[in-house]
């Protein structure tokens, strides 16, 4: 009869430790469950990169909608906006998945790329946007590549994989409109002209000659010298 406090202080002891055991084992259970695992240091910073990417794409792009009037530029710039903030916006989705915070702003190189196109206007603004979409697309085509060989995580590399060909295909374009935009409107309107002779001719005003310094009738077969048969007329005399 003695040991039956003993025995029943035990029992209320274990069910005690029990139950705690129990309520931490839930407790961890469920923190694994909605805590993300920390991402390695080279996904973190490829997402980051990324973000900036798109971020001065769009920007910049909605400067070209608001100083260029060049018509193919402006197509250029609308569809930068449109496809880039839809990579963006899966870029986005996928950093919260991976607990990644994006930034807002621009890196001081992307951010100096801003600056300039923003003081500039009409021709002057439509080459230096188009040259630094080539240079900006070259840049984040590289991102992604080092990336994609070095990257673990496979939604990232996935990512990666998907908006990799939409970067290369952008900077193939752009250095294409780039060298259109080089020319000044004036020069790209200037209409082509056949070369001019000292004597006013243009080479389709011009007998045939094989040698210049020879005047063109006498080496012209089409042309008739005086006092010479014509080989083309007939030798049959007329009838008497």
């Known amino acids: 009869m003695r040991m039956y406090p003993l025995a029943a202080a035990a029992l209320a002891v274990g069910l005690v430790l029990g139950t705690g055991v129990s309520v931490t084992a839930q407790t961890t259970d469920r923190e694994t469950q909605t805590t993300p695992a920390r991402q390695s240091p080279a996904d973190a910073r490829f997402m980051v990169q990324a973000a900036q990417s798109d ?3 769009i920007r910049t792009s909605q400067l070209a909608l608001q100083r260029s009037t060049d018509p193919e530029v402006r197509e250029y710039a609308q569809r930068m906006i449109e496809e880039h903030t839809r990579s963006s916006s899966q870029l986005k989705e996928l950093a919260q998945k991976k607990n990644v915070t994006l930034p807002n702003e621009l890196n001081p190189k992307q951010q100096a790329l801003y600056d300039k196109l923003s003081k500039l206007q009409g021709a002057e603004f439509d080459r230096a946007y188009m040259q630094g979409q080539v240079t900006a697309h070259n840049d984040t085509a590289k991102v992604y590549r080092d990336y994609l060989s070095q990257g673990k995580d496979p939604q990232v590399r996935d990512f990666a994989r998907t908006v990799l060909p939409i970067v290369e295909n952008h900077e193939r374009v752009a250095r294409t409109e780039s060298g259109n935009v080089a020319e000044t409107p004036a020069e790209r309107d200037r209409p082509t ?11 389709q005003d011009r007998p045939y000659t094989t040698n210049p310094g020879v005047s063109p009738i006498q080496t012209d077969p ?3 010298i005086p006092g010479t048969t014509n080989p083309d007329a007939s030798n049959t005399r007329p009838p008497r």
């Not at 002209?193 to 080479?203: A, I, L, M, Q, W």
Request: hydrophobic content about 10%; cysteine-free; glycine content about 0%.
């Open 222 to 224: 089409r042309q008739k």
């Open 55 to 57: 971020l001065t794409e």
């Open 193 to 203: 002209t056949e070369p001019v002779s000292p004597n006013n001719e243009t080479t």
